[in-house]
Protein backbone atom coordinates (compact mmCIF):
# COMPACT_ATOMS: atom_id res chain seq x y z
CA UNK A 1 0.00 0.00 0.00
CA UNK A 2 1.40 3.44 -0.90
CA UNK A 3 0.78 4.76 2.21
CA UNK A 4 1.87 1.77 4.49
CA UNK A 5 5.36 3.70 5.41
CA UNK A 6 3.37 6.40 7.06
CA UNK A 7 0.72 4.62 8.29
CA UNK A 8 3.76 2.55 10.63
CA UNK A 9 5.44 5.78 11.48
CA UNK A 10 1.83 6.92 12.93
CA UNK A 11 1.10 3.70 15.36
CA UNK A 12 4.85 3.54 16.44
CA UNK A 13 4.04 7.17 17.65
CA UNK A 14 1.11 6.41 19.01
CA UNK A 15 2.58 3.42 21.36
CA UNK A 16 5.02 6.04 22.98
CA UNK A 17 2.33 8.51 23.31
CA UNK A 18 0.18 9.05 26.89
CA UNK A 19 -3.21 9.38 26.16
CA UNK A 20 -6.66 9.22 28.50
CA UNK A 21 -6.75 5.75 26.90
CA UNK A 22 -3.48 4.44 28.24
CA UNK A 23 -3.13 6.37 31.30
CA UNK A 24 -6.61 4.71 32.51
CA UNK A 25 -5.26 1.47 31.73
CA UNK A 26 -5.58 -0.03 35.33
CA UNK A 27 -9.30 1.25 35.78
CA UNK A 28 -10.68 -0.84 33.16
CA UNK A 29 -13.44 -3.10 34.30
CA UNK A 30 -15.45 -6.74 32.56
CA UNK A 31 -18.42 -6.06 32.30
CA UNK A 32 -20.25 -9.15 30.61
CA UNK A 33 -18.28 -10.04 27.49
CA UNK A 34 -16.26 -6.71 27.07
CA UNK A 35 -13.77 -4.63 28.67
CA UNK A 36 -14.59 -0.60 29.62
CA UNK A 37 -13.38 2.54 30.75
CA UNK A 38 -15.41 4.20 33.30
CA UNK A 39 -15.31 7.66 34.09
CA UNK A 40 -17.02 8.72 37.23
CA UNK A 41 -17.68 12.20 36.76
CA UNK A 42 -19.11 11.83 33.69
CA UNK A 43 -20.78 8.93 33.91
CA UNK A 44 -19.59 7.94 30.91
CA UNK A 45 -18.33 4.85 29.36
CA UNK A 46 -15.69 3.47 26.51
CA UNK A 47 -15.28 -0.13 25.47
CA UNK A 48 -11.36 -0.62 25.45
CA UNK A 49 -9.37 -3.64 24.57
CA UNK A 50 -8.03 -5.61 27.34
CA UNK A 51 -6.74 -5.70 30.83
CA UNK A 52 -3.44 -4.93 30.07
CA UNK A 53 -0.81 -2.39 31.52
CA UNK A 54 1.15 -2.78 28.53
CA UNK A 55 -0.18 -2.99 25.17
CA UNK A 56 0.78 -4.79 21.75
CA UNK A 57 -1.25 -4.47 18.54
CA UNK A 58 0.42 -7.49 17.48
CA UNK A 59 -0.70 -9.68 19.78
CA UNK A 60 -4.60 -11.65 19.91
CA UNK A 61 -6.20 -9.84 23.14
CA UNK A 62 -9.25 -11.04 25.42
CA UNK A 63 -12.00 -10.90 22.07
CA UNK A 64 -10.13 -13.00 19.63
CA UNK A 65 -12.66 -15.73 19.88
CA UNK A 66 -15.87 -13.32 19.29
CA UNK A 67 -17.44 -13.50 15.90
CA UNK A 68 -20.03 -10.82 17.11
CA UNK A 69 -20.66 -8.07 19.45
CA UNK A 70 -23.17 -5.94 20.55
CA UNK A 71 -22.17 -3.16 22.38
CA UNK A 72 -25.09 -1.72 24.89
CA UNK A 73 -26.37 1.27 25.15
CA UNK A 74 -25.44 1.53 29.21
CA UNK A 75 -23.79 -0.33 31.71
CA UNK A 76 -24.00 -0.61 35.43
CA UNK A 77 -21.34 -1.22 37.52
CA UNK A 78 -21.57 -0.75 41.60
CA UNK A 79 -25.06 -0.17 41.24
CA UNK A 80 -23.67 2.84 39.09
CA UNK A 81 -25.29 3.33 35.47
CA UNK A 82 -22.54 4.58 32.62
CA UNK A 83 -23.49 5.35 29.04
CA UNK A 84 -21.60 3.85 26.76
CA UNK A 85 -19.94 6.99 24.64
CA UNK A 86 -16.65 5.63 22.80
CA UNK A 87 -14.35 2.77 21.51
CA UNK A 88 -11.14 3.33 22.50
CA UNK A 89 -7.50 2.78 20.21
CA UNK A 90 -7.13 -0.54 18.96
CA UNK A 91 -10.23 -2.65 21.03
CA UNK A 92 -11.04 -4.59 18.09
CA UNK A 93 -7.76 -4.24 16.67
CA UNK A 94 -6.51 -7.47 14.60
CA UNK A 95 -9.54 -10.02 15.90
CA UNK A 96 -10.19 -12.01 11.96
CA UNK A 97 -12.62 -13.23 13.24
CA UNK A 98 -14.95 -11.17 13.88
CA UNK A 99 -17.71 -11.04 11.68
CA UNK A 100 -20.29 -7.93 12.33
CA UNK A 101 -20.67 -5.39 15.70
CA UNK A 102 -24.08 -3.46 16.60
CA UNK A 103 -22.82 -0.20 17.82
CA UNK A 104 -25.30 2.13 19.41
CA UNK A 105 -26.70 5.16 18.90
CA UNK A 106 -25.01 6.54 22.15
CA UNK A 107 -21.55 6.31 20.69
CA UNK A 108 -20.16 9.71 19.59
CA UNK A 109 -16.45 8.63 18.82
CA UNK A 110 -14.76 5.91 17.40
CA UNK A 111 -11.16 5.87 17.93
CA UNK A 112 -7.49 5.40 15.94
CA UNK A 113 -7.01 1.78 14.68
CA UNK A 114 -10.07 0.73 16.58
CA UNK A 115 -11.45 -2.22 14.00
CA UNK A 116 -7.99 -2.31 12.12
CA UNK A 117 -7.45 -5.71 10.42
CA UNK A 118 -10.87 -6.92 11.26
CA UNK A 119 -10.79 -9.21 8.15
CA UNK A 120 -13.74 -10.88 8.37
CA UNK A 121 -16.10 -7.83 9.29
CA UNK A 122 -18.64 -7.70 6.66
CA UNK A 123 -21.16 -5.72 8.58
CA UNK A 124 -21.04 -2.39 10.48
CA UNK A 125 -23.92 0.09 11.33
CA UNK A 126 -22.33 3.49 12.59
CA UNK A 127 -24.37 5.37 15.10
CA UNK A 128 -25.63 8.97 14.15
CA UNK A 129 -24.23 10.24 16.96
CA UNK A 130 -20.95 9.68 15.43
CA UNK A 131 -18.62 13.44 14.14
CA UNK A 132 -15.46 11.93 13.29
CA UNK A 133 -14.34 8.76 11.92
CA UNK A 134 -10.62 8.58 13.23
CA UNK A 135 -7.03 7.20 11.75
CA UNK A 136 -7.35 4.07 10.64
CA UNK A 137 -10.90 3.60 12.34
CA UNK A 138 -11.69 0.43 9.65
CA UNK A 139 -8.57 -0.24 7.79
CA UNK A 140 -7.97 -3.97 5.96
CA UNK A 141 -11.31 -4.77 7.18
CA UNK A 142 -11.03 -6.29 3.70
CA UNK A 143 -15.05 -8.10 3.99
CA UNK A 144 -16.55 -4.86 4.17
CA UNK A 145 -18.80 -4.14 1.14
CA UNK A 146 -20.68 -1.18 1.64
CA UNK A 147 -20.78 1.73 4.23
CA UNK A 148 -23.03 4.33 5.22
CA UNK A 149 -21.47 7.55 6.98
CA UNK A 150 -23.90 8.65 8.74
CA UNK A 151 -25.38 12.39 8.86
CA UNK A 152 -23.34 14.36 11.42
CA UNK A 153 -20.15 12.90 10.61
CA UNK A 154 -17.17 16.00 9.53
CA UNK A 155 -14.35 14.35 9.30
CA UNK A 156 -12.88 11.08 7.43
CA UNK A 157 -9.46 10.81 9.02
CA UNK A 158 -6.18 9.45 7.38
CA UNK A 159 -6.70 5.79 6.14
CA UNK A 160 -10.07 5.68 7.98
CA UNK A 161 -10.82 3.03 5.37
CA UNK A 162 -7.51 1.87 4.00
CA UNK A 163 -7.15 -1.52 2.68
CA UNK A 164 -10.78 -2.50 2.60
CA UNK A 165 -10.11 -4.39 -0.68
CA UNK A 166 -13.45 -5.30 -1.50
CA UNK A 167 -15.43 -1.93 -0.42
CA UNK A 168 -18.12 -1.34 -3.55
CA UNK A 169 -20.11 1.67 -2.39
CA UNK A 170 -20.09 4.66 -0.29
CA UNK A 171 -22.51 7.04 1.02
CA UNK A 172 -21.04 10.30 2.27
CA UNK A 173 -23.09 12.24 4.10
CA UNK A 174 -24.36 16.20 3.74
CA UNK A 175 -22.60 17.18 7.07
CA UNK A 176 -19.23 16.31 6.05
CA UNK A 177 -16.41 18.52 5.36
CA UNK A 178 -13.10 16.78 5.44
CA UNK A 179 -11.31 13.60 4.10
CA UNK A 180 -7.72 13.40 4.88
CA UNK A 181 -5.56 12.09 2.44
CA UNK A 182 -5.44 7.65 2.17
CA UNK A 183 -9.04 7.30 3.68
CA UNK A 184 -9.75 5.47 0.61
CA UNK A 185 -6.49 4.17 -0.69
CA UNK A 186 -6.07 0.89 -1.60
CA UNK A 187 -9.93 0.33 -2.28
CA UNK A 188 -10.02 -1.34 -5.62
CA UNK A 189 -13.52 -2.84 -5.59
CA UNK A 190 -14.83 1.17 -4.69
CA UNK A 191 -17.39 1.72 -8.03
CA UNK A 192 -19.58 3.88 -6.52
CA UNK A 193 -19.84 6.83 -4.35
CA UNK A 194 -23.41 8.59 -3.12
CA UNK A 195 -22.33 12.11 -1.66
CA UNK A 196 -24.78 14.24 0.06
CA UNK A 197 -22.73 17.39 0.47
CA UNK A 198 -24.17 20.32 -1.89
CA UNK A 199 -21.20 22.11 -2.37
CA UNK A 200 -17.79 20.38 -2.79
CA UNK A 201 -15.20 20.55 -0.25
CA UNK A 202 -11.56 20.38 -1.43
CA UNK A 203 -10.30 16.72 -1.79
CA UNK A 204 -6.92 15.77 -2.12
CA UNK A 205 -4.65 13.80 -4.20
CA UNK A 206 -4.42 10.14 -2.34
CA UNK A 207 -7.96 10.13 -1.09
CA UNK A 208 -9.03 7.85 -3.50
CA UNK A 209 -6.73 5.94 -5.66
CA UNK A 210 -9.54 5.25 -8.46
CA UNK A 211 -12.43 7.27 -9.52
CA UNK A 212 -15.90 5.48 -10.65
CA UNK A 213 -19.66 6.94 -10.67
CA UNK A 214 -20.27 9.57 -8.14
CA UNK A 215 -23.65 10.36 -7.24
CA UNK A 216 -24.34 14.04 -6.06
CA UNK A 217 -27.51 16.75 -5.56
CA UNK A 218 -29.80 17.80 -7.63
CA UNK A 219 -28.48 20.49 -9.43
CA UNK A 220 -24.70 20.36 -8.06
CA UNK A 221 -23.20 18.08 -10.80
CA UNK A 222 -21.49 21.00 -12.57
CA UNK A 223 -20.33 22.44 -8.99
CA UNK A 224 -18.26 18.49 -8.95
CA UNK A 225 -17.36 18.49 -12.53
CA UNK A 226 -15.42 21.83 -11.61
CA UNK A 227 -13.88 20.72 -8.22
CA UNK A 228 -10.83 19.68 -8.26
CA UNK A 229 -9.98 16.58 -7.78
CA UNK A 230 -14.00 15.47 -7.78
CA UNK A 231 -14.06 15.80 -11.54
CA UNK A 232 -11.70 12.70 -11.89
CA UNK A 233 -14.89 10.98 -11.03
CA UNK A 234 -17.79 10.00 -13.72
CA UNK A 235 -20.81 12.32 -12.18
CA UNK A 236 -24.28 11.39 -12.13
CA UNK A 237 -27.06 14.70 -11.12
CA UNK A 238 -29.39 12.58 -8.71
CA UNK A 239 -32.13 14.72 -10.62
CA UNK A 240 -31.67 12.10 -13.35
CA UNK A 241 -30.92 8.88 -11.47
CA UNK A 242 -34.97 8.52 -10.19
CA UNK A 243 -35.82 5.23 -8.54
CA UNK A 244 -38.10 3.30 -10.75
CA UNK A 245 -39.99 -0.02 -10.03
CA UNK A 246 -40.03 -3.30 -12.05
CA UNK A 247 -42.17 -6.13 -10.99
CA UNK A 248 -40.57 -8.66 -13.10
CA UNK A 249 -36.84 -8.88 -13.82
CA UNK A 250 -38.86 -10.34 -17.32
CA UNK A 251 -39.72 -6.60 -18.39
CA UNK A 252 -37.43 -5.09 -21.21
CA UNK A 253 -34.24 -4.83 -20.57
CA UNK A 254 -32.42 -1.75 -21.80
CA UNK A 255 -28.64 -1.88 -23.10
CA UNK A 256 -26.55 -0.39 -20.53
CA UNK A 257 -27.05 -1.72 -17.09
CA UNK A 258 -24.69 -1.45 -14.53
CA UNK A 259 -24.98 -2.99 -10.84
CA UNK A 260 -24.35 -0.42 -8.10
CA UNK A 261 -21.16 -1.02 -7.31
CA UNK A 262 -20.85 0.11 -10.86
CA UNK A 263 -20.09 -3.75 -12.98
CA UNK A 264 -21.71 -4.06 -15.69
CA UNK A 265 -24.29 -6.79 -16.35
CA UNK A 266 -26.31 -8.01 -19.38
CA UNK A 267 -29.59 -8.10 -17.65
CA UNK A 268 -31.59 -6.51 -14.62
CA UNK A 269 -30.33 -8.07 -11.53
CA UNK A 270 -32.64 -8.43 -8.31
CA UNK A 271 -31.86 -5.16 -5.76
CA UNK A 272 -31.05 -2.16 -7.35
CA UNK A 273 -29.50 -1.48 -11.23
CA UNK A 274 -28.32 1.65 -12.78
CA UNK A 275 -29.76 1.77 -16.14
CA UNK A 276 -29.03 4.31 -18.83
CA UNK A 277 -28.11 6.92 -15.63
CA UNK A 278 -31.25 6.50 -13.61
CA UNK A 279 -31.61 3.74 -10.70
CA UNK A 280 -34.05 1.07 -11.07
CA UNK A 281 -35.14 -1.69 -9.13
CA UNK A 282 -35.95 -4.95 -9.53
CA UNK A 283 -38.53 -6.85 -6.89
Known sequence: MKYFNIRI????????????????????????????????????????????TVFDPWTPNVYYELTSVTIPENVTYKNKT????????YTFCGEGKLTSIVIPKTVKSIHNYAFWGCTNLSSITLPKEL???????FEDCQSLTEI????????????AFGGCTKLASITLPS???FIETSAFAD?????????????????????FEQYGNLYVPAGCKEAYENAGYWKKFNIFD?????????????????STIFTIGGTRVSSLQKGVNIVNGKKVVVK
Not at 131 to 137: E, F, G, K
Not at 188 to 202: D, E, H, Q, W, Y
Request: net charge neutral; hydrophobic share 40%.
Open 9 to 52: VMVMLSLFMVSPTFADILQKIKIGDLYYNLDKDTKEASVTCQDK
Open 82 to 89: YKVTAIAE
Open 131 to 137: TVIATSA
Open 148 to 159: IIPEGVTTISFA
Open 175 to 177: TLQ
Open 187 to 207: CPALKSIKINATKPFPLYRGT
Open 238 to 254: SSVTGISTISSPDAQQP
